[in-house]
């Protein structure tokens, strides 16, 4: 059974410094979120791209969260510079397109701030 | 868009007894969502049930909803212990796709 891909599985990272997270959503899936779960939370959307395009953004952090989707495929999460309330797992999910419900997440990024 | 509220927070249980929990959210919905998500992993999609729907079963789980009271509730039977881990609930409003996830039930099946 396909499913979402995602690296790395953990990050260690100092305060200030620069991370990036990669996601390679089910084949032919044309949606793609971001979500972010702080521990004892629920996932918290952050982004959601249609092929190429961002969809929704409203809960991203655009000072220093980007999101990338160039060709409609895999995409990437930077966040610069990192700070200490970044620790938190980092999900991302994909569905066959807009209006089709069920969404498939991938295991993970668990980022550690220090 | 609305966020749904899980009900309890935490619940123990042996192995074999059944497992209930409740979602609860405020405004009219197209659909609800039910996932779960074994711990430090990503959440597996359970089941979703429309709003004109009132109840649905796939194996051990049966979803009822009741649009009425704004409320839904998973059922697992004969619970496992691999049945561990967090349950959420995202209620999905008209017009919207977006699941927004409440703090969810955590769930201890005890061998």
């Known amino acids: 059974e396909a499913e979402v891909a995602q690296s790395p599985r953990y990050k260690i990272t100092e305060k200030s410094q620069a991370v990036a997270f990669w996601c390679d959503p089910i084949?032919?899936?044309?949606?793609l979120y971001w979500y972010r779960q702080i521990l004892g939370q629920g996932p918290e959307l952050l982004v959601q791209f249609q092929d190429e395009s961002v969809v929704d953004d409203s809960q991203l952090p655009k000072d220093r969260f980007s999101a990338e989707r160039l060709k409609g495929v895999d995409s990437t999460l930077k966040i610069q510079p990192a700070e200490l309330g970044d620790s938190a797992m980092y999900l991302c999910a994909s569905s066959r397109g807009r209006g089709q419900e069920t969404q498939y997440f991938g295991p993970g990024t668990r980022l550690l701030v220090l | 868009s609305q966020q749904g509220e899980e009900d309890p927070q935490a619940l123990s249980i042996q192995e074999g007894e059944n497992a209930t929990m409740n979602c609860s959210y405020k405004?009219?919905?197209?659909?609800l969502q039910w996932y779960r998500q074994n711990s430090g992993r990503g959440l597996v999609h359970l089941i979703l049930i429309r709003s004109n729907e009132r109840e649905k079963h796939s194996g051990r789980l049966r979803v009822t909803l009741d649009t009425s009271k704004k409320s839904s509730s998973l059922l697992i039977t004969a619970s496992r212990a691999a049945d561990t881990a967090s349950y959420f609930c995202a209620p999905v409003e008209g017009g919207s796709e977006k699941l927004v996830f409440g703090k969810g039930t955590k769930l201890t099946v005890n061998p």
């Open positions: 084949s032919g899936h044309a949606t």
């Open positions: 405004t009219s919905i197209n659909n």
